[in-house]
């Protein structure tokens, strides 16, 4: 016998740690930007598993891919060689024009790896002074979970109670190239930032500031270390949201959609100069680089090319963006975005984005606040002129109720 949404998140609600604060609609299946619950309601899925599933849900010829490699071979672990991996690193490198690859599973261990491949470039490439290495980190950022990410995390919640942290991170202003130029020292080795901010609350920098500060790395013998987790793979309109600005930064860690929401795999693409600072056994993941990952985001990298959904999302964001921010609500403070990802920020006497996200979810569209008062539109990029025709008047009424 089945069980009722209720019944499940009960059940959730006992044995699940409460880490997160989910919607209450029970995900049983889906299909491109389409879920449906355990109850039989059909919604369109506006925040894609936070970019994950760009691709879509259960994308044909990604779910063929894992399939297919999950009869073949799973796993190897590093200690042997699979035949999947080289072909991945080889296509993301043509790809991106990079000149390495090191593969990861989660976001935040790619972050992780960025990190400690810049720390060890400043020791063995800049020669910085041992254990004097400084990374600079931007306010309101957000790079993953773990412990030395938070460290340099300007969000108290996500730093309170697990202390003590990790040393090396000085925090400046996003947006704020003279900041990023006075917190630079001779022992600065790595800048990080996301081109558009995305748990931030979808924050894009203003036109020019990437470029700026890409050039003052250029100048400092500082690494630009650009998390295009979220904002990349075609969320913000580019293949990686930075080439707004026609830069190239030295390291650049993706994630999410990567694998188009299979399995979880993430990666560093860098130089040879920086990620060659690597000698076997100085970094390493069981899973990181097995044959089905791999499989999976060679897939998942071929539908976002073939299928060109990065201009999907470069003409449906403007399209999509134009109408949201032609809604008149006394609720609105700002309409942004790039590509389709889209913030529409609340005033604060709106009384959070939260009640506004219920509401959605009742007229069948799933979205998710970001920081109490910002609505985040993100939706899977195979998404139609039709789907945003259909969405639209819901928003629209939504943002206008009291
Ligand atoms: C989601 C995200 C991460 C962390 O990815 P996980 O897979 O959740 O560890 C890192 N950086 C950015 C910009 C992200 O959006």
């Known amino acids: 016998m089945s069980m009722n949404t209720q019944e499940i998140i009960n059940i959730e609600e006992q044995y699940g740690a409460h880490n997160y ?13 389409w879920v449906w619950d355990v109850d039989g309601r059909k919604y369109m899925d506006c925040l894609a598993a936070y970019s994950a599933v760009n691709q879509g849900h259960c994308h044909p010829r990604i779910v063929n891919a894992l399939k297919e490699q999950a009869e073949k071979v799973t796993l190897t672990s ?31 261990e790619a972050v992780e790896t960025a990190l400690k491949a810049v720390r060890k470039w400043g020791y063995k490439v800049k020669g910085v002074p041992e254990y004097k290495a400084e990374i600079i980190a931007c306010t309101n950022n957000f790079a993953g979970r773990t412990i ?37 020292t001779s022992n600065t080795v790595g800048f990080l930032v996301e081109p558009i901010q995305g748990e931030g609350g979808v924050i894009i920098p203003p036109d020019g500031y990437l470029k700026e500060a890409y050039d003052i790395c250029r100048t400092n013998n500082v690494l630009m270390i650009a998390d295009e987790i979220q904002s990349g793979l ?30 979880p795999v993430s990666a560093v693409l860098s130089s040879k100069e920086v990620l060659g600072v690597f000698k076997p056994g100085d970094h390493g993941s069981t899973f990181g ?20 959904l990065i201009e999907n999302s470069y003409n449906l964001g403007k399209y999509f963006l134009e109408k949201l921010k032609s809604i008149q609500s006394k609720h609105i403070k700002e309409v942004r975005g790039k590509g389709l990802f889209i913030g529409v920020e609340l005033k604060p006497e709106a009384k959070g984005a939260r009640r506004f996200c219920e509401a959605l979810k009742d007229k069948g569209i799933l979205c998710k606040e970001t920081h109490e008062n910002v609505i985040r539109f993100a939706p899977p990029l195979v998404i139609t002129k039709d789907d945003i025709d259909w969405a639209f008047p819901k928003i629209e009424e939504v943002l206008k109720m009291d």
């Open 78 to 108: 590093r200690a042997f060689r699979n035949a999947q991996l080289p072909f991945l690193c080889k296509e993301l490198c043509e790809l991106t024009g990079y000149e390495m690859v090191l593969p990861m599973n989660s976001g935040a």
């Open 148 to 184: 030395s990410i938070i460290s340099f995390s300007t969000e108290a919640q996500y730093k309170d109670g697990f202390g003590p942290f990790t040393e090396g991170f000085k925090i400046v202003e996003f947006g704020n190239t003279k900041a990023l130029q006075d917190a630079i």
């Open 21 to 33: 604060h989910p919607l209450d609609v029970v995900i049983e299946r889906a299909k491109g930007i």
């Open 289 to 308: 680089g097995n044959p089905l990952g791999a499989a999976v985001a060679r897939e998942a990298i071929k539908v976002l090319i073939e299928e060109n």
């Open 234 to 263: 075609g969320r913000a309109g580019k293949l990686f949201a930075y080439e707004y600005e026609g830069i190239k930064p030295d390291v650049v860690t993706i994630g999410k959609a990567l694998s188009g929401g299979c399995y």
